[in-house]
């Protein structure tokens, strides 16, 4: 079965400041990754996804995320945050041929500080 | 816009009372998704359901059943409510195929259970 793994509960930053976070996987089959957001009070809205081709990809609030499948993980990434990037964000996989269910990581508490 | 709407937004329920958390999505949407989220353990899959009276257990199905006579409606049921079901329920649908469509997730309902 897989898994999947957020290293940081909790990320404190600075406003303008970079911030990476990590997400790790594990499955023996090819997947597809995805990072979701959850604003305060709020459901889960798909920030990025990651299905096949260019491994790069990016959002279009300047998230970007890099899928590395000899390191299995797929860290999120963003050069200069904002206060309204507060939020918590979870990475989730999906196996190939299993199409239909999402498996999620534990969730990483971003908060922006001014 | 489309949407996902769960009925309740906050519920308080007493021990051993039968309870039903209702999600309706109006985007014609195949599979729908039934998630509990707890602090510091992310996301976890209690039922999916892929078509019209189709039902599957997740991760955590225990003390927990699901309905679904309608595309649109998924309906989580607790047969009799404990205390360690206190939790916010997430429902999610999504377009059924090979590749993983995104989620659209609804608000959550945060169930009390005293």
């Known amino acids: 079965a897989q898994s999947v793994t957020q290293l940081d509960s909790q990320v404190p930053v600075f406003e303008e400041a970079p911030v990476e976070l990590r997400c790790n996987y594990s499955s023996s089959v090819s997947v597809y990754l995805f990072w979701y957001v959850q604003y305060p009070n709020q459901g889960l809205q798909l920030l990025l996804k990651?299905?096949?081709?260019?491994?790069l990809v990016e959002s279009i609030n300047g998230f970007e995320a890099e899928f590395n499948k000899s390191q299995t993980s797929f860290h999120l990434r963003k050069p200069s945050v904002h206060i309204s990037d507060t939020a918590e964000y979870f990475c989730a996989v999906s196996k190939s041929g299993s199409a239909r269910q999402l498996t999620f990581g534990s969730g990483t508490q971003l908060t922006v500080l001014p | 816009d489309v949407k996902v709407t769960q009925s309740s937004r906050y519920l308080v329920k007493r021990t051993g009372e039968k309870v039903f958390l209702e999600c309706v999505q109006d985007m014609d949407h195949e599979n729908m998704f039934w998630y509990r989220q707890d602090p510091g353990l992310g996301l976890r899959l209690i039922y999916f359901?892929?078509?019209?009276?189709?039902?599957e257990k997740g991760d955590i199905p225990e003390g927990y059943s699901v309905s679904r006579e309608k595309k649109e409606r998924f309906s989580l049921i607790l047969e009799s409510a404990s205390t360690n079901q206190t939790s916010m329920y997430l429902c999610a649908s999504s377009f059924s195929g090979q590749v993983p469509r995104s989620y659209t997730f609804g608000s959550g309902t945060r169930l009390t259970v005293v």
């Open positions: 359901s892929y078509d019209v009276k189709m039902k």
């Open positions: 990651y299905l096949s081709g260019s491994t």
